[in-house]
């Protein structure tokens, strides 16, 4: 009975929001089990495009490293902010939200180019938290009982957050550097300088040390 009431729970989640979660929940499980490999997962343009390995195109936003904390606090945001968007700004909108999903995703795939990164899940989280604290700026967040401030400055919590942890804020920036329209009006990020990440500057090593979602390396 408590697993039909846990699944009745989630068919009620909006259908975008529900595919998403569950594809990383899925493919997050399949590594666990060793029945996927990371290094299938990870964006690598020569294979995407010599190899035509285009699946890779999708799979490096659905893994967010290994289980644990990082996975569950990415996995939280995931499903809060993107069901909000979803029920909130873009209730009876579904394809609208699919096109910022795709827009979103392609705009990161090509500034990620820049700084040879592998996996995007986490850049796509910061999206969807910055899209929604645009649209909402007069809401007050409350982040983990700690500081309590207005919408547009959670993304930047984040990013702060990740530099407390000692991460790489290299894909929060990629997330936050995201444009849509707010109210008819764009919302430009103010800089789009090329940044250096000195974890992952050699992108055509064989084996490269990934950094899940911009964290530290989980793979030896």
Same mark, same amino acid.
């Given at each position: ?18 595919? #998403? ?20 997962? #990870? ?134 550097? #995201? ?39 989980? #793979?030896?």
């Amino acid at each position: 009975m408590a697993w039909q009431g846990l699944m009745a729970e989630f068919l009620q989640v909006p259908a975008v929001t529900r595919a #998403y979660t569950a594809a990383c929940v899925l493919i997050t499980a399949a590594v666990q089990l060793e029945l996927l490999s990371p290094f299938q997962l #990870y964006f690598n343009p020569h294979l995407v495009f010599r190899k035509f390995q285009v699946w890779r195109l999708v799979t490096n936003f659905l893994f967010f490293g290994p289980l644990g904390f990082s996975f569950f606090f990415n996995m939280l945001f995931v499903f809060r902010y993107c069901r909000m968007l979803e029920e909130g700004s873009f209730r009876g909108r579904t394809a609208d939200f699919v096109f910022m999903f795709l827009f979103g995703g392609v705009l990161m795939t090509l500034l990620g180019l820049l700084g040879s990164l592998f996996f995007l899940g986490q850049a796509l989280t910061v999206m969807l938290v910055y899209v929604w604290s645009r649209r909402n700026p007069q809401v007050r967040v409350n982040f983990f009982g700690l500081l309590t401030f207005q919408a547009p400055f959670l993304p930047w919590a984040l990013m702060g957050f990740s530099l407390l942890l000692g991460n790489s804020i290299l894909v929060d920036l990629l997330g936050s550097c #995201y444009w849509m329209p707010h109210r008819r009006t764009p919302i430009t990020c103010p800089s789009r300088r090329r940044s250096q990440d000195s974890c992952s500057n050699d992108p055509t090593q064989d084996q490269p040390v990934f950094l899940a979602s911009g964290r530290p390396p989980f #793979y030896p």
